[in-house]
T-cell receptor, first 119, second 112 residues
Framework: GAVVSQHPSRVICKSGTSVKIECRSL??????MFWYRQFPKQSLMLMAT?????????EQGVEKDKFLINHASLTLSTLTVTSAHPEDSSFYIC???????????????FGQGTRLTVV | KNQVEQSPQSLIILEGKNCTLQ??????????LRWYKQDTGRGPVSLTI?????NTKSNGRYTATLDADTKQSSLHITASQLSDSASYIC???????????FGTGTKLQVIP
């Protein structure tokens, strides 16, 4: 099946620094990628929808200047957490939706997730 | 407001037993419904995807059903194995913009 590679899987950073997370679709093109955040024992919360070649669409309450998204190619989207604070510590997951003529069956494949710890 | 509710919240079963997880949704207009398995600290992995016209879909020991009239879906796991221990998430997509709504998940624990 299709594979989405997310890197790094774990990162620890100091408060005030920035962290970049990469999301790659390895064997398919993905015009659209999604970034999620998941707190312990909670469901995934959509942060933003990343569209290749255009600006990302952020969900209400998500600071676009803090969570910078770049979708420069059909196989790569990046999420940069700028000026990270301890409250940004979370599990971040990306998903890539396979470009498909039949949108009803367009599959979304998830990356392995990135555990971010800000100290 | 689009919502996806799952039950039970958590479940413990003996290895080898069957179980059924439930998903009720109010997402409209409906596009598709997917079941995912998420191991702790990992990204979700797709189990099944169903569109409006599909009532049942199987993937090995996993069988999903969909009743679009009552807006209910179930995921049946047969002959459970220890490796089935995970969270199972129901995800419903709406309309042409593919907005997705995640359920809160059912945490399944299979014990020897």
């Amino acid at each position: 099946g299709a594979v989405v590679s997310q890197h790094p899987s774990r990162v620890i950073c100091k408060s005030g620094t920035s962290v970049k997370i990469e999301c790659r679709s390895l064997d398919f093109q993905a015009t659209t990628m999604f970034w999620y955040r998941q707190f312990p024992k909670q469901s995934l919360m959509l942060m933003a929808t990343s569209n290749e070649g255009s600006k990302a669409t952020y969900e209400q309450g998500v600071e676009k200047d803090k969570f910078l998204i770049n979708h420069a190619s059909l196989t790569l989207s990046t999420l940069t957490v700028t000026s990270a604070h301890p409250e940004d510590s979370s599990f971040y997951i990306c998903s890539a939706r396979e470009d498909d003529y039949d949108n009803r069956r367009a599959e979304a494949f998830f990356g392995q997730g990135t555990r971010l710890t800000v100290v | 407001k689009n919502q996806v509710e799952q039950s039970p919240q958590s479940l413990i079963i003996l290895e080898g037993k069957n179980c059924t997880l439930q998903c009720n949704y109010t997402v409209s207009p409906f596009s598709n419904l997917r079941w995912y398995k998420q191991d702790t600290g990992r990204g979700p992995v797709s189990l099944t995807i169903m569109t409006f016209s599909e009532n049942t879909k199987s993937n090995g020991r996993y069988t999903a059903t969909l009743d679009a009239d009552t807006k209910q879906s179930s995921l049946h796991i047969t002959a459970s194995q220890l490796s089935d221990s995970a969270s199972y998430i129901c995800v419903v997509s709406a309309g042409g913009y593919q907005k997705v709504t995640f359920g809160t998940g059912t945490k399944l624990q299979v014990i020897p």
